[in-house]
């Protein structure tokens, strides 16, 4: 054979490998893969959705779950106001005891005895002063005497007053009614006014102290009801709202209220935790939708809508939130159908069917 025909054949055969070659890597069309831009519209298959019939109502805006405190109505660390000896406790711990109940008392054996001792100078000087008068009105005396026997008898009394004030030091006292705690001192012991003998407690009421979110300042008012739950006892609790703090905290940014719960049979305990809920307020002739049929789109909210078997979306603007639905301020009219389920495939004019409309 010749030796350029033999070389001819063997360029033709190489083009030949080169050309299979290149078409194997160029893209194939297959039907089965084709999108949905290549399926004609007759195959086209409609996506099952759940629709919601937009309707107006009332919202409740309730404050996130929160954690709060119960601390006593009242508490206070029983002293006496002066030294001594304790010479007696009359107090069982961990009982009522009421106002103005004696519950301990220092030695005043010295105060006594001056007591005893200026009440007996009392009758001769107000004898004297009614002597004195009796002369002074017959012009046998001074007024000057007079008003000198006038102004001791005074002194002695104000004396007395001051003896028994000082007596009143060493008598403890409960300041209200309550239930006294474990004592800490024994009759004999040497007390001071830094001494603490009990812990006086006012379980009856309970208050209950939390803290919410700033931005419920001003929305949240004296009298508002709310709920709590504390762990071992399965039924809720009902508490009101008495008082709000002046200020918001600039490191948390809350805002702390207390509220008061009656606690008539002494169940509750203070220093427990309690479990809030509470509603700031209700917001009539609101429309809102569940939070799942929002679909975010480049900072803009959007729902769809269906409408004659096809997905319109529309923007809408949102306000509070619930823990499952979110208020719309704009964009929704009552009666409009919006698609809950399979958003993410949704896409403007997909044709859909409604399982569901709830």
Do not use: C
Request: glycine fraction near 6%; charged fraction near 25%; charge should be neutral.
């Amino acid at each position: 054979m010749d030796k350029k025909v033999k070389w001819g054949i063997y360029a033709v055969i190489s083009i030949g490998l080169i050309g299979m070659a290149i078409h194997s890597f160029l893209p194939k069309s297959n039907p089965d893969l084709a999108g949905p831009q290549q399926v004609p519209s007759a195959r086209r298959k409609a996506l099952n959705v759940i629709g919601e019939t937009v309707k107006v109502g009332t919202i409740n805006d309730e404050i996130p779950p929160t954690v709060g405190l119960l601390i006593p109505d009242e508490e206070v660390s029983l002293s006496f106001e002066t030294s001594g000896k304790v010479t007696a406790i009359n107090f069982t711990e961990g009982t009522h005891v009421k106002k103005g109940q004696l519950l301990a008392k220092v030695n005043d054996a010295q105060l006594q005895a001056q007591l005893r001792r200026l009440e007996a100078q009392l009758q001769l000087a107000e004898d004297r002063v009614f002597r004195q008068n009796a002369l002074l009105e017959k012009e046998a005396v001074s007024k000057e005497a007079y008003e000198q026997v006038q102004t001791d008898l005074a002194m002695l009394r104000a004396e007395i007053d001051m003896v028994k004030a000082n007596i009143a030091l060493t008598e403890l006292r409960a300041p209200f009614d309550g239930i006294v705690g474990l004592r800490q001192v024994s009759e004999g012991t040497y007390a001071t006014p830094s001494t603490i003998v009990a812990t006086l407690t006012k379980i009856s009421p309970l208050k209950i102290e939390f803290a919410v979110p700033e931005r419920y300042t001003g929305i949240i008012k004296d009298g508002a009801r709310m709920q709590f739950t504390v762990e071992g006892h399965l039924e809720p609790f009902q508490a009101t709202v008495y008082a709000t703090e002046s200020h918001i905290d600039s490191k948390t940014h809350t805002y702390s209220m207390r509220a008061r719960y009656a606690n008539t049979d002494g169940k509750l305990l203070p220093g427990r935790f309690a479990n809030i809920s509470l509603l700031a307020r209700e917001i009539p002739n609101s429309i809102s939708i569940p939070s799942e049929a929002i679909v975010p789109e480049m900072g803009v909210d959007k729902v769809f809508l269906y409408k004659s078997g096809k997905a319109q979306p529309v923007s809408i603007t949102k306000g509070i939130r619930t823990e499952s639905r979110v208020q719309v301020l704009q964009g929704l009219t009552p009666g409009d159908t919006i698609i809950t389920s399979g958003t993410l495939q949704l896409r403007t004019g997909l044709s859909v069917t409604l399982d569901e409309v709830k």
